[in-house]
């Protein structure tokens, strides 16, 4: 892993700031788009979709505010579609929201919340103490090192509620599956735009 190798620089770190936000900004509107689908026929899995809607309501902001932290333009970095990682995710929770399965997206929450849960807060430390990045600018990592934990044990309780049957489960296993894939992608998107983005200010400097 390159991280622990001490291979990534702070425009590795911008580059997961951008895919992230790009990411996360949609996550409460297609969760309200499920909600509103499923209200009638199973309105606690409606009332789980909304509340997390609301949990996840403005989480992009704290990108915003690691990339300022950074000392960086916002508008730079930001700028521009998101990457093949990013996107796969947020077109397949939009599918799943609208016009598949929504319960599909109880294997998608728990997918992302538990890399959250495992990760967040060791890697926001590792940044800091070999990176030298300031700790104001690991606000993310460090939020979703902590709530996540308890999302991962609402996600779980919600697939015991919601599964019922095999082909539910199968849907919820799919889903797991694809946005893993989709973050191992994400996360090669970041370590390629970083290596472009430390190449083209070596070449500047």
């Known amino acids: 892993m390159r991280l622990a190798r001490g291979e ?6 911008l580059a997961y700031l951008r895919e992230t936000y790009h990411l996360v900004i949609h996550t409460p509107k297609y969760l309200r788009i499920a909600a509103d689908r499923v209200v009638a026929t199973d309105p606690r899995l409606a009332a789980y979709f909304r509340n997390f809607a609301d949990e996840e309501t403005g989480h992009e ?7 300022n932290a950074l000392g960086e333009d916002r508008r730079r970095v930001l700028s521009g579609a998101p ?16 016009q598949g399965n929504p319960v599909a997206l109880l294997g998608e929450a728990f997918a ?7 990760n967040g ?8 103490a070999d990176y030298g990045i300031p700790r104001g600018a690991t606000n993310f990592l460090r939020v979703h090192g902590s709530v996540d934990v308890e999302h991962v044990h609402a996600a779980a309780r919600a697939i ?18 694809m946005t893993y894939r989709y973050y191992s992608q994400l996360f090669t998107d970041v370590l390629e735009l970083g290596d472009r983005w430390t190449k083209d200010m070596s070449a500047a400097a």
């Open 8 to 13: 990534i620089t702070r425009f590795h770190y």
């Open 61 to 67: 902001l704290l990108c915003v505010r690691d990339i």
């Open 83 to 98: 990457n093949p990682g990013a996107w796969g995710m947020i077109t397949q929770c939009y599918f799943w929201a609208s």
């Open 112 to 118: 992302t919340e538990e890399l959250g849960a495992s």
């Open 121 to 128: 807060a060791d890697v926001a430390k590792l940044l800091v």
């Open 160 to 177: 015991a509620l919601h599964a019922g049957g095999r082909a539910q489960m199968a849907e919820i296993v799919q889903a797991v599956k």
